[in-house]
């Protein structure tokens, strides 16, 4: 079935830029005639205390909403009460204060009975605020186990957002198994990549970013937010270990994410951000991409979105243990602590043409273009099992 002609407000985890995750993907090719707000992640106002380059939020959120598409607009939320993710009366009161600011901005575009798409358990406390027509929750993580978070709290209010939730979708299946017990419906749908756009990492044509381009080989890469779940440390020994080896590590560091530890590595490069028309020049420079998980309830419930982006690239992947990983061991090197992290690159290091053109039919499986057109299914039928019912 096909969905058209909605109004579709997505609550969502992250900015819209520098770096596209799934949310950004989805709403992106979501068919024309759906009006979409994305809104961005809402901040506290100790946020730009701690992170001074937050301070532009507060202007982003005075200019409304931001047209980007014919049919797609960004809102950036105004700054919210801190702790909302340890009480819960702070949280009601955010959600409150939230929907008051959303509903003028639908209303600036007479947006109406919008379907609400929501990453954020948070969201359970907002229901029926907005008038919405469909609750669908898209988990991406287990976002009780994020640093600084009350576990009891988020487990709470994500498991009234499940039971009240009219579709379910879950990206990995840990995830698909735990949520399950809740949701009425519930989906697996894993994260996928523009396969297209990585693939040009293959090209002869394409020219390598000039800030790496004469780091020595051979060379390992990571694309990515860089945060708490990361493994530094981890990366730190294998640069330690072997010094011969350049290791580009491209994407924001975050508050919650110490690289001092790094200063005196000249073996190791943090980048930056980048935007994401410049990451395949990156991945053509490694030559073994890296998916360094760090070990805990995170990990383990993950299904990594770069991994895609890296399979796409048709370059070798070395990854820390993860239930999502292992099942795809014959496309990926996977390797447990320093020694094995290590093997597992070094496997990745003896590359072969059959090995690559094994990775590159695999990402032809899993395009972001597969993915919308399963959800906007999934959502049209119960629009339709909706409007039988009141009809």
């Known amino acids: 079935m096909k969905l058209e002609n909605q109004d579709i407000l997505c609550i969502a985890g992250v900015d819209f830029e520098p770096l596209w995750a799934r949310t950004q993907q989805l709403v992106w090719r979501m ?27 507060w202007s982003l959120w005075r200019q409304g909403l931001r047209q980007i ?14 702790f909302a993710n340890r009480w819960r009366w702070v949280n009601r009161l955010n959600q409150r204060l939230l929907a008051r600011a959303l509903k003028k901005a639908c209303a600036a575009i007479s947006f109406h009975e919008p379907i609400l798409l929501t990453y ?18 898209d988990c991406v993580d287990e976002h009780s186990a994020f640093q600084g978070f009350n576990p009891r709290l988020v487990k709470e209010m994500e498991i009234e957002l499940l039971q009240r939730s009219d579709l379910v979708l879950a990206t990995a299946q840990p995830l698909y198994d735990d949520k399950s017990r809740y949701a009425r419906e519930i989906h697996l749908l894993r994260n996928a990549a523009d396969v297209a756009h990585f693939g040009t990492a293959q090209n002869q044509d394409l020219p390598v970013p000039e ?51 790094f200063e005196d590595l000249p073996n190791v490069c943090f980048t930056g951000s980048r935007s994401k028309e410049e990451l395949p020049g990156y991945l053509k420079k490694f030559d073994v991409c890296l998916n360094p998980f760090r070990a805990g309830q995170l990990s383990q419930a993950v299904n990594p979105l ?28 996977i390797g447990a602590g320093r020694d094995g992290f290590i093997t597992a690159i070094e496997r990745g290091l003896d590359d072969s ?9 695999l990402a032809q499986e899993h395009s972001w273009e597969n993915r919308v057109e399963i959800l906007c299914s999934l959502i049209a039928q119960h629009l339709d099992q909706v409007q039988h019912r009141t009809g």
């Open 120 to 137: 954020l358990p948070n969201t359970a406390d907002m229901l029926g605020q907005m008038g919405e027509k469909l609750l669908v929750y």
């Open 353 to 361: 043409p059959a090995k690559i053109q094994a990775r590159l039919n």
């Open 306 to 333: 770069k991994f895609y982006e890296y399979l796409a690239s048709g370059k070798p992947i070395a990854s820390t243990p993860m239930p999502e990983m292992e099942m795809l061991d014959a496309v990926v090197e």
């Open 31 to 57: 068919p024309a005639s759906n009006r979409i707000i994305y809104v961005e992640a809402p901040l506290s106002l100790l946020s730009p205390f701690k992170d001074r380059s937050l301070w532009y939020k």
């Open 211 to 261: 800030d790496v381009r004469d780091i020595p080989g051979p060379v390992l890469g990571f694309i990515g937010r860089i945060k708490e779940w990361i493994d530094l440390e981890l990366i730190r020994q294998v640069a330690l270990s072997r010094p011969q080896w350049s290791i580009i590590m491209v994407g924001p560091v975050e508050i919650d994410a110490d690289i001092t530890a």
């Open 69 to 82: 598409k014919d049919n797609l607009y960004l809102y950036s939320p105004p700054l919210l009460l801190p």
